[in-house]
């Protein structure tokens, strides 16, 4: 498919959380265009992937940490995340919308504590999330609970 009309109606988002704008369903073999709303106060926990991510916020507020720097980005601004750079971010005090264009399963990494101080990165694989991969034949997706313990874990603290 060679355009794409993001005004359709099955290409819109339905509230909160994220729609796949543009790709693999539109033959696109390597890149995202995803759109999402983010409640106010939500936080996604640092966290980095193997290969770019650009984060444009189309509407509020938003608190990006990107490779240890602080940055509130608002409308018309984005947030440019090279590989193996940690980031993660808190939306401010109204709902937020964003644009995010990475690549298919660039997957992602959470940096947590590990034995003695020291610090590891750990794939998480979760189902239906366009940049993760799918996991290593025969080993689950990551479960909820997982991914809470990760980030509870977290060596590089969101706040």
Request: contains cysteine; charged residues 25%; glycine residues 14%.
């Amino acid at each position: 498919m060679s355009f794409v009309n993001e005004n359709e109606p099955s290409r819109q988002p339905g509230g909160v959380g994220f729609t796949v704008l543009i790709g693999p369903d539109d033959g696109i073999g390597r890149l995202l265009v995803v759109r999402g709303l983010l409640p106010a106060g939500d936080r996604g926990w640092v966290h980095a992937h193997d290969r770019d991510e650009v984060i444009r916020v189309l509407g509020g507020e938003i608190e990006f940490l990107v490779g240890g720097q602080r940055q509130r980005c608002r409308a018309g601004e984005s947030a440019v995340i090279p590989p193996q750079v940690t980031h993660g971010f808190i939306v401010g005090d109204h709902d937020a919308e964003v644009e995010v264009l990475a690549e298919q399963g660039m997957g992602s990494f959470f940096p947590v504590l590990g034995p003695g101080g020291t610090h590891r990165l750990v794939e998480v694989h979760r189902a239906g999330v366009p940049f993760d991969r799918d996991p290593p034949p025969g080993r689950p997706h990551t479960t909820a609970e997982q991914l809470a313990e990760l980030i509870r874990q977290a060596a590089e603290p969101l706040e």
